[in-house]
């Protein structure tokens, strides 16, 4: 079967407004897990005993996954329909005036019970358009890349996940160092969400420069688009879905207690702050430039191993990482970090565009993409920092917090073991039916 992929110029155009565009929009839904783990417990919620104002603010962090299923479907259908790129400027456009507003929001002092209902009504908006955003983000990579090199190429849409966590922790460090703690608080945290702005007219300009996809332009042409994606999804891929959904759990409820929660975590147990913000920033980074890596080598070996692997390692690596950061040494702490994000999470994130690409037919790719990757989100990622506090809050202790780890683990290996091997596959020329889906080329 013929090779398919755009030309070797557009791909890299592609490559590069997929990273750049992600980086600034997690750049923006990420400063609010930061933010909610930093200063929201004070600012918006200071009737509460600290650790219940933390568990507050994490819930109105939670607020935002709950959005992004909402976000997949809305922006998933008209993606399937349209095309990747308008869905994309427009995901761009909405996190960063949302992100803006937040960081001119305000405190409770000000504002009463409405600053906390506002915060959390902006968090549901940031939460649709990153639901929006991840699908297409990925897909305008990974459909102009060539069969072989799709791993490899669609990876770097994620390394903008990583940067985008790289820049909202740099630009928090920043401002740390550079002001008083009653600073920080009055105003110094509000910097980072001011600056989005400007970030995400960077973001609009790269974006706008990209083609659609060959597959969203022929979906679009075609006599007979899809009128109903989602609906169609759901009734022809309905195991790709399953799949993707149980795949994304440990990858992503890993990630926030990795990221997220350690930072509460590290206060809690007297370890400070700045040694586990530097750890993250360093295990991002790195991570950043491994996913690549990641996904080059699932283009050589497959999706299921390598994806597999990471899996596997977040199960093992979940009772050694709090004992690093229970010794409070510094060291410890970043090879806990280390191991944690680069080796077991970047693993996983580095081959999930592919291998989930792989999965749907193009006709509905976009809605299939989005549901999966969002419902987990929404289950895994937006309640993991909640339940983990709740958890520390209830024993006093890590144990049951990597119990649960070692549970998201599980659920993400049943998964991938029960999928295809994708790799081989040509996606824009499989049939439409739902068997066909699920066996790979020959």
Request: proline share 6%; with cysteine; charged share 10%.
């Amino acid at each position: 079967m013929a090779e398919t992929g755009s030309a070797p110029r557009e791909v890299r155009r592609a490559a590069v407004a997929g990273l750049v565009g992600s980086a600034l929009e997690w750049y923006d839904f990420f400063l609010y897990g930061t933010a909610a783990a930093l200063v929201f417990n004070t600012l918006f919620f200071p009737t509460f005993d600290p650790l219940v104002g933390t568990i507050a603010a994490f819930g109105t962090n939670a607020a935002g996954f709950l959005a992004r299923p909402l976000g997949g479907a809305v922006f998933g259908h008209f993606g399937d329909r349209l095309g990747r790129k308008s869905m994309l400027v427009i995901t761009l456009m909405i996190m960063g005036v949302s992100t803006f507003l937040i960081g001119v929001l305000p405190s409770y002092a000000t504002l009463g019970v409405w600053a906390p209902v506002l915060l959390m009504a902006l968090r549901i908006v940031q939460g649709i358009a990153v639901g929006g955003e991840w699908g297409g983000g990925v897909l305008i990579v990974s459909e102009h890349a060539p069969d072989h090199r799709r791993g490899f190429y669609s990876a770097w849409s994620q390394t903008g996940v990583g940067l985008g966590f790289v820049l909202c922790a740099a630009a928090y460090a920043v401002v740390q160092a550079t002001t008083s703690t009653a600073s920080f608080l009055a105003w110094g945290w509000r910097i980072p969400f001011l600056a989005g702005i400007l970030l995400t007219v960077v973001g609009l300009v790269i974006r706008l420069r990209v083609m659609d996809t060959p597959a969203a332009q022929e979906t679009a042409a075609a006599p007979k688009p899809p009128r109903m994606p989602l609906v169609e999804v759901l009734r022809t891929h309905p195991r790709a879905v399953l799949i993707a959904f149980g795949a994304r759990i440990a990858e992503n409820g890993a990630l926030y207690i990795f990221l997220t929660f350690s930072l509460s975590y590290a206060d809690t147990i007297g370890l400070d702050g700045g040694v586990v913000l530097a750890a993250v920033m360093v295990g991002m980074l790195c991570e950043s430039f491994a996913m690549p890596a990641f996904g080059a080598l699932s283009d050589r070996i497959g999706r299921r191993p390598v994806y597999l692997g990471g899996a596997v390692g977040v199960i093992l690596w979940a009772y050694p990482f709090f004992a690093m950061f229970d010794s409070r040494n510094p060291v410890l702490v970043f090879v806990a970090v280390f191991v944690a994000v680069v080796l077991c999470h970047g693993a996983m994130i580095g081959t999930q565009p592919a291998f989930f690409t792989e999965l749907f037919d193009s006709r509905v790719r976009y809605s299939g993409v989005a549901l999966g990757h969002e419902l987990a989100s929404m289950v895994a990622g937006g309640f993991s920092p909640l339940v983990a506090t709740a958890l520390l809050a209830w024993a006093g202790a890590s144990w049951p917090i990597a119990l649960f780890l070692i549970g998201l683990g599980v659920v993400t290996v049943v998964a991938v073991a029960a999928a295809p091997e994708t790799r081989r596959r040509h996606p824009e020329h499989r049939k439409e039916a739902a068997p066909a889906c699920v066996q790979p080329q020959p």
